[in-house]
């Protein structure tokens, strides 16, 4: 069953903050949120994660919704180098796994 | 965080052989995982490889057909058993703490089955 739900695929132009949503109207107190990104032919790279606080590191910030029902990932001022499928994920604290759904396919134009 | 190194970094295999996928952490870390990537597709869990004990596979996937192994803390291995075509993927590994900061992938193992 996946957990969570987002666009399959959105545009943005370079220099402009690129808000990526994400629903997950069936996560548990005990889950967080996560968000890794997928450049083309790498492996996935690790974003931000939060619990129900909103979170801030030098690559993007996380805004949770108090219901915790939705989040929004948001890349402040995008650039080409940011072009890749982001993925969010609902993970537990007592099982660590991580479940990939398709994600986001965001492509940042000149 | 850790960084992983895979190899080989892609092959191309005869159908019905075996090939083994290396992933070296350059620190130790809890945890370690074995992914699948098939063409255009997400990434799908294959199983959590356990230091010192049998990995934990998903749904879908055997021992028979990956048999993984992880020695250490810093080392692990997935086997790819008896291969045909639909085994042609991406396979990676990922490695970490307990995931609150983040889990660290390899670049992957590109296989083609011919």
């Known amino acids: 069953d996946a957990k969570t739900t987002q666009p399959p695929s959105m545009d943005c132009a370079e220099g402009r903050a690129a808000n990526l949503p994400c629903n997950h109207s069936?996560?548990?107190?005990?889950?967080?949120v996560y968000w890794y990104r997928q450049i083309h032919s790498q492996g996935p790279q690790y974003i931000i994660h939060?619990?129900?606080n909103n979170e801030t590191n030098e690559m993007a910030s996380l805004i949770i919704t108090e219901d915790r029902k939705s989040s929004t990932l948001i890349l402040p001022h995008a650039t080409l180098r940011d072009t890749a499928v982001y993925y969010c994920?609902?993970?537990?604290?007592?099982?660590?796994?991580?479940?990939f759904g398709a994600g986001t396919t965001v492509t940042v134009r000149a | 965080s850790a960084v992983i190194s895979q190899k080989p970094s892609r092959d191309i295999c005869q159908r019905g052989t075996s090939l083994t996928i290396q992933c070296q952490v350059d620190?130790?870390?809890?945890?370690m995982f074995w992914y699948r990537q098939q063409p255009g597709q997400s990434l799908t869990l294959i199983a959590t490889?356990?230091?010192?004990?049998?990995?934990?596979?998903e749904s879908g996937f055997v021992i028979d057909k990956f048999p993984i192994s992880r020695p250490n803390l810093t080392f692990s291995t997935l086997t790819v058993s008896n291969m045909s075509p639909e085994d042609s993927s991406i396979y990676l590994c990922?490695?970490?703490?307990?995931?609150?900061?983040?889990?660290?992938f390899g670049s992957g193992t590109r296989l083609t089955v011919v």
């Open positions: 620190s130790q870390v809890t945890m």
């Open positions: 990922s490695g970490g703490g307990t995931g609150l900061h983040g889990y660290t």
């Open positions: 069936t996560i548990s107190g005990n889950e967080y």
């Open positions: 490889a356990n230091q010192g004990s049998e990995a934990t596979y």
């Open positions: 939060g619990l129900k």
């Open positions: 994920i609902v993970s537990g604290s007592n099982d660590y796994k991580l479940s």
